[in-house]
T-cell receptor
Framework: TQLLEQSPQFLSIQEGENLTVYCNSS?????LQWYRQEPGEGPVLLVT?????EVKKLKRLTFQFGDARKDSSLHITAAQPGDTGLYLC?????????FGTGTRLKVLA | DADVTQTPRNRITKTGKRIMLECSQT?????MYWYRQDPGLGLRLIYY???????NKGEISDGYSVSRQAQAKFSLSLESAIPNQTALYFC????????????FGPGTRLTVL
């Protein structure tokens, strides 16, 4: 069974701080996605990484796929209250996606 | 209008009742999915369908069934609801290209008393 563990599970920080969220597995994935979910809504895709070692940037968010394609990280620089939400990673296994356990982020003004 | 819609948005029911959750999409996607979300467990796949004639079990299909009535419609049924099926349920769609984005509906909050 493929599993994706995210850490930390909860994170509460002040506006302007930096943070990193981790997504780890013992399984290899052909690609990995990061989603953000806000209360009352479904998850929305932020990024897809495909190549081992790949780094993608989306404004203040930096995503990295591990060299062995088993793990990924999301780094947020100078967090803002609008970054508050549930962050989910999802690995593409055999024909379907495996979602991580989620990291709930709260950024305080 | 939303691309992926779910009805109802909220439902409270009693143990033993039959419940159907419905999902419709206007994105023209072939692939549709049903997930449940529980705190600390992320999203877990219940069933998925790659086209109208293709239905597959996900990791937690026990106690659930699905019907793909058309390309645009995918419904999830709980034949006899039990309290540990209390959760947030999401429908999602994607196109045929592996690894492309999944588009999620707004979710259905189901409470089984």
């Amino acid at each position: 069974t493929q599993l994706l563990e995210q850490s930390p599970q909860f994170l509460s920080i002040q506006e302007g701080e930096n943070l990193t969220v981790y997504c780890n597995s013992s399984s290899v994935f052909s690609s990995l996605q990061w989603y953000r979910q806000e209360p009352g809504e479904g998850p929305v895709l932020l990024v897809t990484v495909v190549t081992g070692g790949e780094v993608k940037k989306l404004k203040r968010l930096t995503f990295q796929f591990g060299d062995a394609r088993k793990d990924s990280s999301l780094h947020i620089t100078a967090a803002q209250p609008g970054d508050t939400g549930l962050y989910l990673c999802a690995g593409l296994g055999t024909y379907k996606y495996i979602f991580g356990t989620g990291t709930r982020l709260k950024v305080l003004a | 209008d939303a691309d992926v819609t779910q009805t109802p948005r909220n439902r409270i029911t009693k143990t033993g009742k039959r419940i159907m959750l419905e999902c419709s999409q206007t994105k023209g996607h072939d692939r549709m999915y049903w997930y449940r979300q529980d705190p600390g467990l992320g999203l877990r796949l219940i069933y998925y369908s790659f086209d109208v004639k293709d239905i597959n079990k996900g990791e937690i299909s026990d106690g659930y069934s699905v019907s793909r009535q058309a390309q645009a419609k995918f419904s999830l049924s709980l034949e006899s609801a039990i309290p540990n099926q209390t959760a947030l349920y999401f429908c999602a769609t994607s196109d045929r290209i592996e690894g492309n984005e999944q588009f999620f509906g707004p979710g259905t909050r189901l409470t089984v008393l």
